[in-house]
């Protein structure tokens, strides 16, 4: 995505999105942290680009959570 804040996710539900990520290994069913989404849009160049996601929900990171975007690979 153009916008590292741009999340989109086939098959989410708008109440209450979030990712939860944890370390491997750790325990099963506990999330180490989330990272809240808020409903979103694609922009123009987005949608020009990745017109295949173009019918899926968008999101972007609550600006709250951004400075967890450096842990994505």
């Known amino acids: 995505m153009d916008r590292p804040s741009t999340v989109v996710w086939k ?3 708008t109440a209450d999105p979030q990712l939860e990520f944890g370390r ?3 325990p099963a069913g506990h999330a180490a942290g ?6 979103g849009t694609l922009t123009p160049a987005e949608r020009a680009a990745y017109p295949h996601l173009t019918g899926y929900p968008a999101f972007t990171v609550d600006p ?3 400075a967890l975007l450096a842990l994505r690979a």
């Open 11 to 13: 098959g989410a539900q």
């Open 24 to 26: 491997p290994g750790g």
């Open 34 to 39: 989330r990272i809240r989404l808020t409903p």
């Open 64 to 66: 709250r959570d951004r």
